[in-house]
């Protein structure tokens, strides 16, 4: 396991690497910059800028200096505003991450407790209504579904307030966030359950007489999860950072829409630094799902 651990890590290292390498050169290969603006700024002013962020440099050695400096734990300056990048991350990190958080809980609890009922109720009637909302729900896509629930329930009905960073409402957003995954962890459940039932193993239990909430919560969903922890990790990294689109249309100050705010501006040194700080929230996510595979079956082994 130890062993595993350490390639895994080292393999993780690897794969921040060449995600910063593609993300660096390919950003600086879209045609402008960072200080071209509506309001021209003059040639001395843009040279002076270029000369203090190193853009002036070539490209690779604008790459080894960021990366140096980011070894050394300084994500550096946002070219926008001028303000710490660190900074600015965690503290929008943890608005997205609450909001993260809780619509990534709500998607999988409620997705095992649908897909156990789905499977146990097989082509009867509660079955067929929870595959059509699960198809509904991943067919739906999730700025569509925030676009509505903003309008219905805050402009419309005015049920809901509008978000507000003093006064801060996290049921639409959480909706708007959560249903996909939901839907998709619901579908997946119900797959695996129905496998897990028609083993032999499941039948033994029941020929012994063990309790059926037992067979179907120790055995049949224990070993239905599998498929479901292989979503739930990457998953849980990328709801975290917060959907882009869904901060955006609800306005929450979040990490999703500082990313955009940045592409908008092309403020290099904050996209670089969302990207490596997601791919390293993605490699962390991996690590810990394998290691939960072993927490839920035993059985599994690594090389």
Known sequence: MGKYIIKRVLLAILSILIVSAITFFVMNTIPGGPFNKEKATSVEAQKVLEERYHLDKPVTEQYVLYMQNLLHGDWGVSLHSGRDIWGEISSRFSVSAKLGGMAALVAIIIGLILGSIAALTRNRWPDRLIVFLTTLGTAMPSFVLATLLLLVFCLRLKIVPVWSAS???YLLPIIA??????????????????DALNQDYIRTARAKGVASWKVIFKHALRNALIPVITYVGPMIAYILTGSMVVENIFTIGGLGSSFVTSITNRDYTMIMATTIFLAILMVIANLLTDIAYKLVDPRITFN
Not at 177 to 194: D, E, G, N, Q, V
């Open 177 to 194: 966030l959560s249903l996909y995954p939901m839907a998709y962890i619901t579908r997946l459940t119900k797959t695996s359950m129905l």
């Open 167 to 169: 006064n801060p409402n």
